[in-house]
């Protein structure tokens, strides 16, 4: 049984007792009569004022319910769960407050039960799946990439030229990768599948088995995904993965490329305060304070769920730099959504 089938399965059974259990309470409130009223139409506090209520007052207690729901978080997310309790003991009382500002009857709490247990249900799925992140944006110079959702076809449309890695191929010079005969450039025939599945980069750029090149200047090299259950032709194959070394980014500042991150330019001087900034919690590693050598210097940045990439597409990026806060090397990849393997 697969991942996404197990998530889906235990959440769909909670939903069936979550429903049996709303069904139950409706049967009984609407069946047990007191003092010749349903359990639905008696009267459940004391309160004797049956007007509607103005916009004016039931602000006043928005503000208080939000208030204290605003201060609960943020004392359960600085002293951590153990601080519930407080935490339900300051939301509570605004609640009720607002709850026996007017008469309520047994409708009422079912309606209010009934909120209750669906916003829970939508809490464990929200926990369980979680949301999918937003992809981040690369850029080089006019053209975006997104991850997993631009396509081959749309970087040779825009000028980039594919050259793929031959069977037989061994290390080749970085001045010379484009023309040995290591590497041939693809003529977008639509005559390369990608094999099916899904596969990591981590070969360095003279071994990488596509370098995305333009103008006869290597850009980087790029990871491809097509389909996790059948052969794709390699124009409609999507970007997962891109990555430059040193001789990259000192090709890319000899001829005038920009690289950019979420607008971050990856080849202006960086600096931490910006990436917090546009990063905020994604960026997960960040050099010490005092760093022994360079190999101390990069950044990581991640967009990633609970669910472990089982339901929403992942990102990570990885800036290396030097003691002139100077990238020097840099990886963009994404973990495509996919159920666990059997």
Known sequence: MGGRLIFITMLSFLGIIFFAIVLRMYI???????????????????????EKMGISEFLIY???IFGALSFAFKLIKQGGSGFSLLAKSIVLPPLMALFNARKRNGRTLFVCTVITIFSFYLFMIYIFIDIPPKAPVFTINNTEITLSHTTVASLLSDGFDIYIRQNDAHRTDYEKLLYSDDFEK?????????EKGFRRNNESV????????????VIGTIGLYGHETKDIVLEDCKIIHFKLDENCVASARENSIIYSLNDIKL???????????????????????????ITQLHYGIKWSTRSDHLFWNEYFAYINFDENNNMTKFE???EVARDWKK
């Open 28 to 50: 009984y409130m609407k069946r047990t009569v007191s003092d010749g009223k349903s359990l639905m139409e008696k009267a459940v506090n004391e309160q004797t004022n049956t």
């Open 62 to 64: 928005a503000v208080a």
């Open 186 to 194: 693809y003529t977008a025939n639509r005559s390369i599948f990608v």
């Open 206 to 217: 003279p071994y990488s088995l596509y370098i995305l090149a333009k103008d006869g200047v």
């Open 267 to 293: 080849l202006a001087p960086l600096k931490l305060e910006e990436l917090q900034k546009t990063f905020d919690k994604k960026l997960w590693l960040v050099p010490p304070a005092d760093p022994i050598d």
């Open 332 to 334: 963009l990849s994404t």
